[in-house]
């Protein structure tokens, strides 16, 4: 009797260290999963918002947008893609869209936050190596201090 507890003891011991490794295992591969998937979110909205900023400068740049004199014809806000702006070449002024939403930043730590509000902006007027909000919006980036996957800071992509 007495061996047959030691040998359920010792069976129960090696189960619990099966379960411990397998655990050290998962929870690292899980993370990495977690930040590769809001990884390709960054990519996706980055896409998505510089491709309408990209979008207004070219309705901006064909004259379909009211230009005040001095203005880049980059959009005024990230809003301005969502809400719209008059199309002054249609006829009845219907107008312009850009985005049917704007995505947030997937690695800002406030989820119920304005997507807007996600976002680091630079302006036309502002050096690359120095980024400041202005004007207009030339560009987004993250304002996430981590560094991704692949070695590169995510307000560098």
């Known amino acids: 009797m007495r061996k047959q507890q030691a040998f359920t003891f010792i069976e129960l011991m090696v189960t619990l260290a099966i379960i411990a490794v397998l655990a050290l295992i998962a929870v690292p591969l899980a ?11 960054l990519r996706i909205a980055l896409r998505e918002i510089r491709g309408g900023i990209d979008a207004y400068k070219r309705a901006a740049d064909q004259g379909r947008i009211t230009l005040k004199p001095g203005e880049s014809g980059y959009p005024p806000s990230l809003a301005v893609l969502v ?23 997937p690695f800002f730590p406030d989820v119920s936050a304005e997507p807007e509000s996600t976002w680091a902006k630079r302006s036309y007027a502002s050096p690359a190596n120095e980024p400041q909000e202005g004007d207009d919006v030339f560009d987004v980036y993250s304002m996430s201090t981590q560094t991704g996957s692949n070695g590169i800071s995510y307000k560098d992509w």
């Open 31 to 41: 993370q990495r999963s977690s930040q590769r998937i809001k990884e390709q979110d």
């Open 83 to 105: 809400d719209g702006i008059e199309d002054i070449h249609s006829p009845t002024h219907k107008k312009m869209y850009f985005l049917r939403k704007l995505p947030a930043d």
